[in-house]
Each structure stands twice: as C-alpha cells, then as structure tokens.
C-alpha cells in the first residue's frame, strides 16, 4: 500500500509565511487612511486612488510575476517582489502629496504581486500530489487571512506610539525579513526557453479560445471589487456610521472602547472567519464541482451584503457581518485557481491565473476608487455597496456555463 503523501511539506510552511506576512501589510492600508488624511487635509477620493492604483499595478503585474516565475524561477520573482514591496513602503512614507502617494503605489502593487496569491498558489500547486492539491492550495490562501487577522490590529497598536510613516518603515523590514524562508521553496527547475516559449503560446490560445475561460475571468471582477472596498473603507465607514460601544458591554471589556478600534477589529475578524471558509472551500472542491461551490459563494456574498446595508448599523450587525463576508472572502482563491489548473493544466498555472486575477484587480481598482469617488459626492458608501451586491449577483450566474472538463494533461 502507497504511503499517502504529506500535505505540510518544507516548500507549503514557507509559502504560507510569505502569504501571511505580505497580506498582514497590505491588509492594513484601511487603517492608515483616516490617518494620512487627517494629516495632509488630503479628500477621502485622494487616498482611495492610490489604493485603487496598487490593486490595478497588482493585477497588470500579477500575470507578469507569473511569467517570470515560469521562465527563471520562482525564488527569483518571489525575491523581486518582496523588494518592490519594500521599495514602495520606504519611498510612500516619505511623501507629503496625494500625487506621489499614487505613484508609489505602482510599487507596492507589484510587490504584492511578486509575494501573492499568483506565484505562491502557482509554485504550491506544481508541488502538491493531486489528491492533496486542493486542500493545499486553500492551506496557502488560509495563510493570507491569517495575516488579514494580525495585520489591521497590529497597525493600529502601532500607530497608538509611532507616526504612521514609521509603521511603513516596520512593514517594509517584515517582508524582506519573510525571505529567510526562501530556502525551504525548492522546486523543480524550469523548462528551457525555447520549449517554456513555445509550450506558454499554445496553452495561452487554448485558454482564451474557450469560452469557459472568459467566463472564469469575469466572473472573478466581483471577487476584487468586493474584497478590496471592504479592505479599503470598512474601518472609516464603521468608525463613521456604526454607533457607540456601549460601556461595560463584551466589546468595552476586550478593550474596545471606540469605533476605530472595531473598524480595525472587523477587518481582522473577516480574515479569522476566513481561515475556515477557505480550508472549507479547499475541502469541498476536492468532491463536488468547482464552478458549483464558486456560484453558491458568490449567491451567499451578495446577500450578506445587501442584509447588511438594510438593517440598522450597530456593533452587533458590524461583527455579524464581518463573520458571514468572512467565511466567504477568499474562498474563492482555491477554487478559481483549482479550476484552471483543472482544465488547462499545471505548468502554467501561475500565467494562467494572473491573466484571470487582472479581472479580480479590475474589480478591486474600482471598488477602491468608487469607494472615495461616492463618499466625496454624495457623503456615504450606500452606492457602492449596492453595485457591489449588483456584480456579486453576476458572478454568481456566469459560473454555471463553465465547462468543468480538463483541456490539458495536469
């Protein structure tokens, strides 16, 4: 009898480090954002662009970093990445205009591209057996929300004795620090040029030939759009429409004592519930249907959305909510990129799924950007939730035509 095969190897601990580390910073840019403005008198729009252009820079360079990991290796764009990411830290927290804060974050952007879900779920896929693949690649996104729990609180304990240009400074140090794990990612060398090149354009025109992987990528811009408008502007929208922390209340107990803190602790909560969502999802996908469990994610996000902005915005509805998106917010991840590396096959996993994760970083550029965009004109966030309920409604119908066969060998 086969020994069965370990799903906690050296090469899956040191990508979830890196996912950890790498989504503890960028999910905590919400907490920053009230800060930087206060400061600088900067319009709410002005800093949801440039979070808006990192989500952008992250989706154009997510298929790039996919690429150049296929072609000289994954330790090499995983390296590039964490130093693009710092770059970025360093040089934002010396701006002083809304203008350079945006360019800079083109940087980050692709920093997070080289150290994300992209490269990471790519080179964990490649390496995992295929009845552990599925559960392996939700263990990797689960390691994102762990770091979506520790990362909004751990900047908002920061920002209580440090300016917030200081915080970027410790953020860039932790993710060149995640490098020391590199060592433990040894995976098989690449092809050479010539078969890479030739192998990358037939399995690039089947994709986008099938209609099935045109709908995978529309179906992601929903994913992108609801994530990062959360991420973005949950902590100011709870701080400013979420009403008192009753005193001597469970919240006042656990050192809550203002809305602040519970914007920053509901994005936390989020990724807590999301560690089991995920691994639920990664669960589900290795025995029912992929494009199934995507639609019914999908259904269920764009109900919890429109609930939550219909009931009366108290404490206890903020954290309700939080749990129910939560179980839900990267669930998706495993199986979108399970699902093509179904159909189209491993060795180009990483190209494939960050031509589809564009779409998700369309998304996300919008949600950021529309964000401030309403907030500036009309004062609140009623219309962007509403669209966001709209495109979770899409994305629930155009999974169910995707044809679920494999076109290329695993």
């Known amino acids: 009898m086969a ?11 040191a990508g979830c480090i890196i996912m950890l580390i790498s989504f503890a910073i960028r999910s905590s840019f919400g907490v920053f954002q009230i800060p930087i403005a206060e400061e600088f008198g900067w319009l709410r729009s002005e800093f949801s662009l440039a979070i808006a252009i990192q989500n952008l820079a992250w989706g154009i360079g997510q298929p790039i970093f996919g690429a150049i990991a296929e072609k000289v290796g994954d330790r090499k ?22 203008e350079a804060h945006q360019l800079l974050e083109i940087f980050v952007g692709f920093g997070i591209a080289g150290s994300g879900f992209g490269v990471i779920l790519a080179v964990v896929g490649r390496a995992s057996s295929d009845e552990n693949r599925s559960m392996s690649l939700a263990i990797a996104a689960a390691a994102g929300s762990g770091g979506q729990v520790v990362g909004p609180p751990v900047a908002e304990f920061l920002l209580g004795f440090m300016g917030w240009q200081t915080v970027f400074l410790v953020f860039a140090g932790a993710i060149l620090a995640a490098l020391m794990v590199l060592p433990m990612m040894r995976v098989p060398a690449p092809a050479s040029r010539e078969e890479l090149e030739e192998s990358m354009g037939e399995i690039l025109k089947k994709a986008f030939r099938d209609p099935s992987y045109t709908l995978i990528f529309l179906g992601f811009f929903s ?3 609801q994530l990062a408008f959360v991420t973005a502007h949950f902590p100011a929208f709870v701080t400013e429409v979420c009403g008192p922390i009753a ?5 006042h107990g656990l050192g809550i004592t203002s809305t602040s803190a519970l914007g920053a602790m509901a994005i936390s909560l989020i990724g807590l519930a999301n560690i089991g ?22 259904t269920l996000r764009t109900i919890f959305a429109a609930v939550f902005i219909l009931v009366p915005m108290t404490p206890a509805t903020v954290l309700i909510f939080s749990v129910c998106m939560g179980a839900t917010w990267l669930a998706t991840v495993p199986l979108t990129s399970g699902l093509i590396a179904h159909i189209y096959g491993l060795r180009y996993m990483g190209t494939l799924y960050g031509i589809v994760f564009f779409s998700h970083q369309l998304g996300s550029f919008l949600g950021v950007w529309l964000g401030g965009q309403m907030y500036d004109i009309y004062g609140n966030y009623t219309v962007v939730w509403w669209i966001g309920v709209g495109v979770g409604a899409f994305s629930a119908i155009v999974h169910l035509p995707v044809r679920e066969r494999a076109l290329s060998p695993a």
């Not at 005193?247 to 919240?251: A, C, I, K, Q, S």
Request: glycine share 14%; with cysteine; proline share 8%.
């Open 277 to 298: 969502g995920t691994l639920l999802a990664g669960w589900l996908g290795k025995r029912y249907s992929k494009k199934y469990l995507l639609a019914g994610i999908y």
């Open 3 to 13: 020994k069965p095969t370990p799903i906690f190897t050296p090469l899956l601990i």
């Open 223 to 225: 994913c992108g759009y």
């Open 77 to 98: 764009a995983i390296i590039l990445g964490a130093i693009l990411y710092a770059l970025g830290l360093v040089l934002s927290s010396f701006s002083v205009t809304p």
């Open 247 to 251: 005193p001597g209340g469970l919240l």
